[in-house]
């Protein structure tokens, strides 16, 4: 594994190693990851997505113009012609039939039905005869209008809105997840580099420690079990930065390919201190939550859909009807303009239904388990709605507490920095033995990495609160994209 990491390594950044470092702040590294990397142009996408998908859901409710048309209807063949005294015949016939229909139409989400405005006409030639003839309707109103139906157009503009208000909402929490996700990787990165700083320091000053115990072994002021221990730890030293400088390496790439940099230098990232201290009103925070979060908004569109199915399963199983309904003005003649010269009146009107009469309780067994469904899908929400509190209580305490561990980690690697400074100066001194000097070294080293972890912890358990609410609490405002 070790082998293949170095050679994806070699491959990925060509031979710059003497190029200036790329300095890189945790802020501007999240910049950077909202702006190129695939994450944040894959939400970009499905952002576009849901604004077509809800301009065209906005479109079906406006007039829709269309032509519908046949040119030509052209055939040739026999057909079955049924003689007076019962017999059949088979005529050939040779004919165009080309029609054309120019239609206006409007959907009335409130009852279901659909109003239209339609022109049409049609041409006929019979090639036998050498005859044609011309059909036509100047123009017709119609209507159709289902009568105790479902409809399904009420309950879209109910539900569509929701969903794209929840596409907007997923493309704002997508981009913080990038955010989360940049900080993650950023750390990694931040952590072996400091790993990787601390081995650097430890193999020099096991190096100039080893050095210094030999010159004192001559002079008797040491043992060789002594000098033996700090050769271990020299030899130690140079393992840990071996190991650090791989470590450092894979979590540059990690961090350049998910901030899709092709970039061939080298980064420094600095180590970014915490935020001003804030206050979080837990109440504040569940408030902006479920104003601003999709999964608030999916609550409502799911039982808005659940609702749905019931009304569905309670209206398609009893009594349905259809209202078909024109009036306009038809002609005929041998010449178009014949159709528009006098035409008649043109009147249809049809009532169509069905009434189940025996359905041995398919019917009723079809509407408790639309209401079973509804009922279970408020338990779920419910539910949901409960663990996302909770989640949001549990995130808010989070970084209340990190706000306050990162000082605490902050002080403590500071005093073990001290401490070893002077632990080492006692050493030169023949102040202090090799037993109390690797103490404070081992000391010093995990209070530094303790610290880069508590900021680790803080700016994640930062991130997370951003996702959780879409808010951002150091600027009292609405997180917006």
């Known amino acids: 594994m070790k082998y293949i990491s170095a050679l994806l390594l070699f491959l990925y950044f060509p031979m710059h190693v003497h190029a200036q470092p790329r300095r890189l702040t945790l802020a501007e590294t999240v910049e950077v990851a909202r702006e190129q990397s695939v994450a944040s142009k894959q939400a970009l996408t ?11 859901f906005q479109a079906d409710y406006k007039p829709q113009l269309s032509l519908l048309g046949t040119l030509p209807g052209f055939t040739r063949s026999y057909i079955e012609v049924v003689q007076p005294d019962g017999t059949v015949s088979f005529q050939q016939v040779s004919n165009n039939n080309s029609l ?3 239609s206006l139409s409007q959907s009335l989400a409130a009852t279901g039905g659909t109003i239209y405005v339609q022109q049409q006409l049609q041409r006929f030639d019979d090639f036998a005869r050498n005859n044609t003839r011309y059909n036509g309707i100047p123009v017709e109103i119609g209507f159709r209008q289902p009568l105790f139906h479902f409809n399904p157009m009420k309950w879209e503009r109910k539900i569509q809105p929701l969903k794209f208000q929840e596409g907007n909402q997923q493309y704002i929490a997508s981009l913080e997840k990038v955010a989360l996700d940049a900080t993650g990787y950023y750390f990694e ?30 002079l008797g002021k040491i043992s060789q079990n002594d000098l033996l221990q700090l050769q271990m730890g020299l030899l130690t030293a140079q393992k840990d930065l071996a190991s650090a400088s791989q470590a450092a390496a894979v979590a540059t790439l990690k961090l350049k390919m998910y901030l899709s940099s092709r970039d061939e230098r080298e980064l420094e990232l600095e180590i970014p201190l915490e935020s001003a201290e804030f206050e979080i009103d837990t109440r504040i925070a569940l408030d902006e939550a479920f104003a601003n979060r999709s999964d608030a ?14 009304q569905f399963a309670k209206k398609e199983n009893g009594l349905n009807a259809e209202l078909n309904a024109t009036f306009g003005l038809s ?13 008649q009146d043109r009147e249809f009107v049809e009532l169509k239904f069905t009434l189940p009469i ?11 388990v639309a209401k079973a469904n509804q009922e279970f899908a408020r338990q779920t929400v419910e539910q949901d709605r409960l663990t996302f509190e909770q989640e949001i209580f549990t995130q808010v305490t989070l970084l209340q507490m990190l706000q306050k561990q990162v000082k605490l980690t902050k002080l403590a690697d500071n005093i073990a920095a001290d401490r070893y400074q002077i632990a080492k100066e006692r050493f030169i001194l023949s102040d202090l033995s090799v037993t109390d000097l690797g103490i404070a070294t081992q000391e010093k080293d995990i209070a530094r990495r303790d610290y880069i972890l508590a900021l680790r912890d803080y700016w994640q358990s930062y991130y997370s609160l951003r996702l959780l609410t879409l808010y951002d609490f150091e600027q009292n405002r609405k997180i917006n994209y």
């Open 358 to 368: 025996m359905t041995w309780g398919r019917n009723k067994a079809r509407s408790e």
């Open 297 to 310: 908004i999916g609550f409502r569109r799911r039982l808005l859909e659940a609702e749905q199915e019931v």
């Open 46 to 56: 499905l952002k576009k997505t849901n604004y077509w998908k809800f301009r065209s």
């Open 331 to 343: 002609d005929q003649g041998i010449r178009p303009a014949d159709v528009y010269v006098s035409p």
């Open 189 to 218: 990165l931040l952590v072996a580099q400091v790993n990787l700083q601390i081995a650097e320091k430890n193999r020099s000053n096991n190096d100039t420690l080893y050095k210094i115990a030999q010159h004192k072994l001559e």
């Open 100 to 102: 054309l229909n120019l």
